[in-house]
C-alpha cells in the first residue's frame, strides 16, 4: 500500500493508519493545514515500518471494524514493542469495545469524530509528550473517550 507524506519544518511526525479513505483524506489535509509532518498509510505492516524508520510523535489508528479481536489486539501489541511511550490516539467504530482497547491507547474517539476535536485532543497530546498507560474512560455526549490525565 501507499504511504502518502507532508514534510514541514516542524520536529512532530504525526503517523496516521487509517483504512477508511474518506477520513484519512480529510484527516491528512486537515492536519497538514495545522503545518505537521504527516504520513498517512492504509496498511499496518507499511505503519510499523514508518515506526521504526522515523522519529514519530504521535500516531493516530483507525481501528478498522472488519478486524478481529485477535488482530486489533496483535496490530496494538506490535506497535507499543516499536514505540512504547509513543502518544496514541484510536479512532474507532461505534461496536468496539473500548476496554478491550483502552490499555494501549492513550485517546480513543468513537466514531463520528468532528476533525476539530480531533486537532485539540492532538495538540493536548503532543504537549503532555509521552504516553501514559493510566488511562482512564469517560464518556461525554455520547462519545467515549479515554482521558489519559489521571
Known sequence: MSC???YRRIAMRILILEHDINLGERLFAALRNEGWSLDWTTD?????????????SLM??????ELSRLART?????????????PMLLIVDGEFDVEELH??????????VD????KRRIKILLTQGTSNADSKAIR???????????
Open 60 to 65: 493516530i489508528l483507525g481501528m478498522a471494524p
Open 4 to 6: 502518502h507524506s507532508a
Open 103 to 112: 490499555e494501549s491507547a492513550d485517546l480513543i474517539l468513537v466514531q463520528p
Open 74 to 86: 496483535n496490530l496494538l501489541r506490535d506497535i507499543r514493542k516499536i514505540r512504547r511511550t509513543t
Open 44 to 56: 499496518a505492516e507499511t505503519a510499523k515500518q514508518s515506526l521504526i524508520r522515523f522519529d514519530v
Open 140 to 150: 461525554n455526549e455520547g462519545q467515549m473517550s479515554v482521558n489519559h490525565f489521571a
Open 115 to 118: 476533525i476539530e476535536q480531533i
